[in-house]
């Protein structure tokens, strides 16, 4: 049987046998026609039945068609003819037409063979290249998989970033508030106490005038020293403004632009700026006065959360205010300013956010204010608000 | 002023404070006495009365907290009345927990003070009654000679005289000499009264023969 991987249909042995005796058959009876008709032929038609035999029935049907063919050319058309026996003359006839039969019949299976052989390798390769394109494909999948779990962990890790900041001003703010209360709160426990005693000690019959008058006097001191807690908070917001450099307001803005880039793109808000070419240096704190650039950007961001109806748009805009004050101003296109708002917003613990501590206006107008500023704000004529501060302007560098 | 007049107590580091919350209490007629620190206040002499003690909950050291739970510790029995500049609800929960008989927030008002210091004072008078009504009768107790002891768990455990003297080997009129010796030095008028007294020392049974 034959188990060559390059046939297909593997025909039976009856079946490939029958096709070479078929083929031969077919040769000698056309053979014979064609001799009768032409009185002479060639043995073209046994070669071809040879061929067929090899290259469709394989190895062995084209043996058997070798071997048939010879035998039907010799008994047929060799002398003496329709006799096994040979002449002299027939022999090298015949020995020339079986040689020629076996090199035809062994060349066309040969080819069949190396043609099998060559499909049987394309069909390998054509599998391979399935079986890695399908790998391919998968690989792809995955890796678009990841990309996609990639993003949504880096946004995962920007909205934790986002929440610990706000937790650890939070915190921070609490912590403050804390100490604060406390430091405010001992000195008014003892002016409630010794208020309560006082009017103990003078309503005693007789009233005792000395207790009363301690009591006063205690009052009074310990007023002195909440006044001085006081103090030296706003002192801790205010003062600390320890450096005073030479400061391009237009430098500050850029750079802050691209720190807010990140949360306006978030938020769906259009950053814009419109610096003015024509600007003074200030002095200041960078720092700081970056710091209230900042926050005036963020409230701005965040008065536009709710909106839908209309563009977010931001506009931070600097401009000569006069020939001595430098301009900042940050518009939004956001919820605006209630009219009765306009001055309280910038008082500690003011806020209109359900999240804030009002503070952020607060300390920026505690800023400018240091630096010899205004910072101040209004309602837009349609919506929103702008929020703006004015710095004094440095003479020298006055371009 | 006498010894056994009610105390109050105030243990706050802010002197201010400190000083404003004794002048108050001094000013309704109560002793006071004050002190900057929980060690001040451990380490002082206390006097025997009812009492009760102001407490700041924050103070450098040990704080207002720790002192209550070493106080409890040490089986000191004293009601406390915390105030504190900052208080949170863990730390209110955990003082009252602890027994703490009011939680005021500074700045408080004088009469809410002066409130909870009448009512501690009153809560600590009924135990401050039982700690001396105990004291003197262990005293009394002890004043007993080691045969009168003995005939004094008998008589509390209800034997009568003769049985007594069986008990310890002396005769029946010996033992009614004793036990006419032990009603007069407790103090006792009846029987009745004796064998109360005799249960109040030892609730638990340690007077044993």
């Known amino acids: ?399 | 002023m006498k010894d056994s007049d009610p105390i109050v107590f105030v243990v706050d580091d802010d002197e201010p404070v400190r000083e404003a919350v004794k002048r108050l209490i001094a000013s309704v007629g109560l002793r006071v006495e004050a002190f900057g620190s929980t060690r001040e206040f451990l380490d002082a002499k206390r006097p025997e009365a009812p009492a009760c003690l102001v407490l700041d909950v924050r103070l450098p050291g040990a704080s207002g907290l720790e002192l209550q739970s070493d106080l409890a510790a040490a089986n000191v029995q004293i009601p406390i009345i915390f105030i504190t500049g900052h208080a949170d609800v863990p730390m209110t929960v955990r003082a009252m927990k602890a027994g703490a008989v009011e939680f005021l927030t500074k700045p408080f008002r004088g009469q809410e003070l002066l409130d909870a210091i009448q009512n501690a004072i009153a809560k600590d008078r009924v135990a401050w009654n039982d700690r001396t009504q105990m004291a003197d009768l262990r005293a009394r107790y002890h004043s007993l000679t080691p045969r009168e002891k003995e005939v004094l768990v008998l008589v509390a455990s209800g034997l009568l005289n003769k049985q007594i003297g069986a008990e310890l080997g002396t005769s029946e009129l010996t033992v009614k000499t004793h036990r006419a010796r032990v009603m007069q030095k407790m103090g006792a008028d009846s029987l009745a009264d004796l064998v109360r007294m005799a249960e109040r020392i030892n609730p638990s049974g340690t007077i044993t023969k």
Request: charged share 20%; proline share 3%.
């Open chain 1, 1 to 399: 049987m034959d188990s060559h991987p390059g046939s297909r249909r593997p025909a039976s042995a009856i079946l490939r046998s029958g096709l070479a005796v078929t083929l031969v058959a077919a040769a000698l009876g056309l053979t014979l026609l064609l001799q009768n008709v032409f009185s002479t032929a060639g043995y073209l038609f046994f070669y071809a039945a040879v061929v067929a035999s090899a290259w469709f029935g394989g190895k062995w049907s084209g043996w058997l068609a070798v071997i048939l063919s010879a035998l039907a050319v010799e008994y047929y058309f060799m002398a003496p003819i329709r006799s096994f026996g040979l002449s002299r003359e027939s022999l090298p006839i015949f020995i020339e037409f079986s040689a020629s039969a076996l090199i035809v019949g062994w060349f066309s299976s040969w080819r069949r063979q190396a043609e099998a052989e060559l499909r049987y390798a394309r069909d390998e390769l054509q599998l391979r290249v399935e079986e890695r394109t399908a790998e391919l494909k998968q690989t792809n999948r995955q890796l678009l998989a990841e990309m996609a779990e990639r993003k949504r962990a880096e946004e995962a890790y920007y909205e934790a970033q986002a929440e610990l900041a706000r937790v650890t001003r939070m915190s921070a703010m609490g912590a403050l508030a804390a100490s604060i209360s406390h430091e405010i709160n001992q000195p008014l426990a003892a002016v409630v106490t010794n208020a309560d005693a006082c009017m103990m000690w003078l309503s005693s019959k007789p009233p005792n005038l000395e207790e009363a008058r301690a009591a006063v006097d205690s009052i009074a001191q310990q007023g002195t020293r909440a006044s001085e807690v006081v103090r030296h908070i706003r002192a801790m917001f205010t003062k600390a403004t320890p450096e005073r450099t030479k400061v391009l307001v237009n430098d500050l803005i850029r750079e802050v632009s691209t720190l807010i880039e990140g949360a306006a793109a978030r938020n769906q808000v259009a950053l814009q700026t419109e610096l003015g070419t024509d600007l003074s240096a200030i002095m200041g704190d960078r720092v700081q006065l970056q710091q209230v650039i900042v926050n005036l950007i963020l409230n701005g961001i965040e008065a536009m959360s709710e909106v839908a109806d209309r563009p977010r748009l931001l506009l931070i805009r600097s401009t000569m205010q006069s020939s001595d004050e430098v301009l900042v101003a940050v518009r939004d296109s956001g919820v605006g300013i209630a009219p009765k708002d306009e001055k309280r917003i910038f008082d500690a613990f003011f806020t209109t956010k359900a999240q804030g501590m009002g503070m952020g206006l607060s300390i920026s107008h505690s800023i400018i204010e240091a630096h010899g500023g205004r910072l101040w704000a209004s309602a837009n004529s349609d919506h929103g608000a702008t929020v703006q501060f004015a710095l004094p302007a440095e003479r020298e560098t006055a371009s």
